[in-house]
T-cell receptor, first 114, second 116 residues
Framework: EAQVTQNPRYLITVTGKKLTVTCSQN?????MSWYRQDPGLGLRQIYY???????DKGDVPEGYKVSRKEKRNFPLILESPSPNQTSLYFCASSFRGPTNEKLFFGSGTQLSVL | AQKITQTQPGMFVQEKEAVTLDCTYD???????LFWYKQPSSGEMIFLIYQGSYDQQNATEGRYSLNFQKARKSANLVISASQLGDSAMYFCAMRAFSGGYQKVTFGTGTKLQVIP
């Protein structure tokens, strides 16, 4: 089954404790991206990757890191989480293509930073 | 810079009636794609419909249609014959190139509630 797998689904942590949210897709997609969703703000792009070893900042990259060492994986790293990073996070992927490629989303990760 | 604006934070519609969700966009790129996604209370993101900037006809997918007015930079979603299961958040999104890279930008969403 074609899917984007995000883990964990829920995560509660404390300020400053490094964490990684994993994202994996099995559709051979070149394009992968991370979003955070906050009430009233919609989805905002954190980072995206056009292919292996090619990443770029989205609109809200501060406090986050990513890496794309393999085509299927695109982990999101919070090196020193803070309470303002409490949010619902989505990973998404698609073929690189022109602009007609729809995104396939993971199930989301609800993160709480205490 | 790319921008998507959804000016309706929340809307109500009577069951079986049609409803229009507004979306305006801004981009300097002549080639772009416009998308609508649905997010029910369970949280998953569901793709509904796509419109390309060069498409001459408005996109339709079942009960969903996209009213694309390029000159006005609007891409409104029309849901016909609303059903209770249509109650959800709806996001408009745009995919376009920016400085050689391809970005996807979302609006703030519209929460639709269908009343029996």
């Amino acid at each position: 089954e074609a899917q984007v797998t995000q883990n964990p689904r829920y995560l509660i942590t404390v300020t400053g404790k490094k964490l990684t949210v994993t994202c994996s897709q099995n559709m051979n997609h070149e394009y992968m991206s991370w979003y955070r969703q906050d009430p009233g703000l919609g989805l905002r792009q954190i980072y995206y990757s056009m292919n292996v070893e090619v990443t770029d900042k989205g609109d809200v990259p501060e406090g986050y890191k990513v890496s794309r060492k393999e085509k299927r994986n695109f982990p999101l790293i919070l090196e020193s989480p803070s309470p303002n990073q409490t949010s619902l996070y989505f990973c998404a992927s698609s073929f690189r293509g022109p602009t007609n490629e729809k995104l396939f989303f993971g199930s989301g990760t609800q993160l709480s930073v205490l | 810079a790319q921008k998507i604006t959804q000016t309706q934070p929340g809307m109500f519609v009577q069951e079986k009636e049609a409803v229009t969700l507004d979306c305006t966009y801004d981009t300097s790129d002549p080639s772009y794609g416009l998308f609508w996604y649905k997010q029910p209370s369970s949280g998953e993101m569901i793709f509904l419909i796509y419109q390309g900037s060069y498409d001459q006809q408005n996109a339709t997918e079942g009960r969903y249609s996209l009213n694309f007015q390029k000159a006005r930079k609007s891409a409104n979603l029309v849901i016909s014959a609303s059903q209770l299961g249509d109650s959800a958040m709806y996001f408009c999104a745009m995919r376009a190139f920016s400085g050689g890279y391809q970005k996807v930008t979302f609006g703030t969403g519209t929460k639709l509630q269908v009343i029996p």
